[in-house]
Structure formats: structure tokens, C-alpha cells
């Protein structure tokens, strides 16, 4: 065999060996996913469960999932909006007729017509499934907005009124809410072009968790993440954090700037908390892992924990010292 193949590269023909082969169809399967994730035709389909933030307390700490990163937040009575996102595509809208990027698998829990008046939105960074412009353009210009440290002119043209942008542990305090900004393991370019500080440029698009702080009770808002230890430096300063929600999804082949089940879980107890919320995962088809497996893998490293599972699915709520 080796020497036909020496016969015939001296006559010019190229003889792929086996692991040759397995290489070139690994990666036609990988640029088949990619292009299945950017022009995806799945079917959006509605979820079974509904929040009603009318029968909410304002008299303790109320999270629904929303979808993806967004999260409708009562905290003692503020209403915090994370990362709202209500868009059917994200994406890049080319030549401002058709939008490229992944369809959402299922709608919103709520829409925007049904969400209550909301006091604050948060931020975590600039990436289209995180800071989706066609949603924001919807909510009122006047509610104050926090934003990662060199981001906030991606919504300049918005007009709006009362955006903060924070840095690595930088703190605000707005309506009775503390916002400290935590470092995490991600990426913050909205365009590949872009300045960003994972390519070492602290003046670039930055991206943030937030420690959410009202009448001594904490919550952590992960956004997006690979795994890191900086939230041990939370347990070390001994705050008692109810919720953790954390990003458990895109992790399959995107290992370096997302975080496994098992990480996110691992994050979760660094930070000595006492639930764990899992995000990221289940709305957009934005990796190569099943749609389910991140919280299958999630409720297997649970088993004998002392962390509780907030919830399991869009559109169902978590209330302070309440799980499923």
C-alpha cells in the first residue's frame, strides 16, 4: 500500500490516508452545522409555561426565564429586564432586507405587551443573542440601562436617556438596586473587526456578570461565560447569594468561551450559592450539542448536591427560597 502510494504521488495524485478522510468529513459535517446554525429553518414553536407577573410579591425576589438571557426579574419590587432579546432571528440584517443568524427554537414566555412596566434593563455585553436592537427599540428611552464598559454606543442611535456603562468591579446604585460588574471568561466584539478585550485590548468591548443587591439578599446574573474562579472572591467575602443563573449552553465545540453544564455548576459553588438557574441554552440552536442535553447533563451533576435546580424550562418561575 505504501509503495502504490508513493507510485502515485510521483505521478502527481494526491492518496488520502484514512485519518486524512476522517479529518475532511469532520469537516464538511462541522461547515454543514455551521451553516445550518446561521439560515436554520426550524419551526418556532410555543412554550408550555406562562409567568404571570401579576400575582407576583413585591415582598421578596421573583425570576422568570424568559428565553435564552433574558429573565424578568421582581427584586423586592424593582423590575429588572435582562438581556432582552424577543426577536424571532438574531443576527446581521444584510443589506437591511433579510437578517442572518439562528431562528429562535421557541417563543418568548412573555412578549413585550405583556411584560410589567420595567424599572431597569441589564446588559452583560454586545453579542446579537444578548443586545438585540429590533427589541429594544421597544421599550421606553427613559428606563435607566447598564451596559459592559465600551459598549454603549451600539445603542447610540436610541436615543436613550440613562445608560451606565460599568467596568470590572465597578458598582451603581439605581432605584435601591446595587449592580457591582464581575469579570468573566468570554468575548465582547459584536464584529469580528472590532477591538475587544479577549484579544488583549482593555479599551475594547468588554463583558460582564452583575452581583444584584437589594435588602441584604444577592442574586448573580452570569450573562455568558466560560469557566473561570473569579467568583470565588464572592464566597471569600462572604455574601450569602440566593440564585446563581448561569450559562450552560454553546459549549459543544465552543468550549474556550462558554461553559459545560458541569462547569457552570462547578462556578456555582465556587460562589458557595444556593440555587443555580440555567440559561443559554434551549432558545437559539447556536452549537452542535442537543437541544435538551445541557440540561440533562445539568440534573446528573446536581445529583447529591446541596445546590438546588431553580428551574428546568422557558417560562417557569423561581421564587426566593422556593426550587423545583
Do not use: C
Amino acid at each position: 500500500m505504501a509503495s502504490r502510494r508513493k507510485f502515485l504521488s510521483q505521478l502527481g495524485v494526491t492518496v488520502a490516508t484514512p485519518s486524512v478522510l476522517l479529518s475532511q468529513e469532520k469537516e464538511r459535517r462541522f461547515d454543514r452545522s455551521r451553516w445550518e446554525l446561521l439560515f436554520n429553518s426550524d419551526e418556532t414553536k410555543p412554550i408550555p409555561f406562562k409567568p404571570n407577573p401579576k400575582e407576583w410579591s413585591n415582598d421578596t425576589i421573583t425570576v422568570a426565564w424568559i428565553g435564552h438571557a433574558t429573565l424578568l426579574i421582581n427584586f423586592f419590587g424593582t423590575t429588572i429586564l435582562t438581556d432582552p432579546v424577543f426577536s424571532e432571528k438574531v443576527g446581521i440584517k444584510f443589506l437591511g432586507l433579510f437578517k442572518i443568524g439562528p431562528r429562535r427554537l421557541f417563543y418568548p414566555a412573555l412578549s413585550i405587551e405583556e411584560l410589567p412596566p420595567i424599572d431597569i434593563i441589564v446588559l452583560s455585553h454586545a453579542h446579537f443573542d444578548h443586545l438585540d436592537i429590533p427589541s429594544l427599540k421597544q421599550f421606553d428611552e427613559n428606563i435607566p440601562t447598564i451596559m459592559a464598559k465600551n459598549t454603549a454606543d451600539v445603542i447610540s442611535n436610541l436615543d436613550r436617556t440613562k445608560v451606565k456603562e460599568l467596568d470590572w468591579n465597578e458598582k451603581f446604585s439605581v432605584m435601591g438596586i446595587e449592580f457591582e460588574a464581575l469579570q468573566v471568561k468570554h468575548f465582547g466584539w459584536r464584529y469580528p473587526w472590532e477591538s475587544d478585550r479577549s484579544k488583549g485590548n482593555m479599551n475594547g468591548r468588554s463583558y460582564n456578570a452583575y452581583l444584584i443587591s437589594k435588602n441584604g439578599k444577592h442574586i448573580l446574573f452570569g450573562g455568558d461565560t466560560a469557566y473561570q474562579n473569579n467568583f470565588t472572591e464572592l464566597a471569600e467575602r462572604n455574601i450569602e447569594i440566593e440564585l446563581a443563573i448561569m450559562p450552560v449552553g454553546a459549549y459543544n465545540p465552543w468550549i474556550k468561551v462558554h461553559a459545560s453544564p458541569e462547569q457552570a455548576l462547578a462556578m456555582t459553588k465556587e460562589m458557595k450559592a444556593k440555587a443555580i438557574l440555567p440559561i443559554h441554552w434551549s432558545t437559539f440552536r447556536l452549537s452542535d450539542e442537543p437541544t435538551n442535553e445541557p440540561i440533562e447533563r445539568l440534573k446528573n451533576a446536581l445529583e447529591n448536591s446541596s445546590i438546588k435546580l431553580a428551574l428546568n424550562s422557558i417560562g417557569q418561575t423561581w421564587r426566593l427560597n422556593s426550587a423545583i
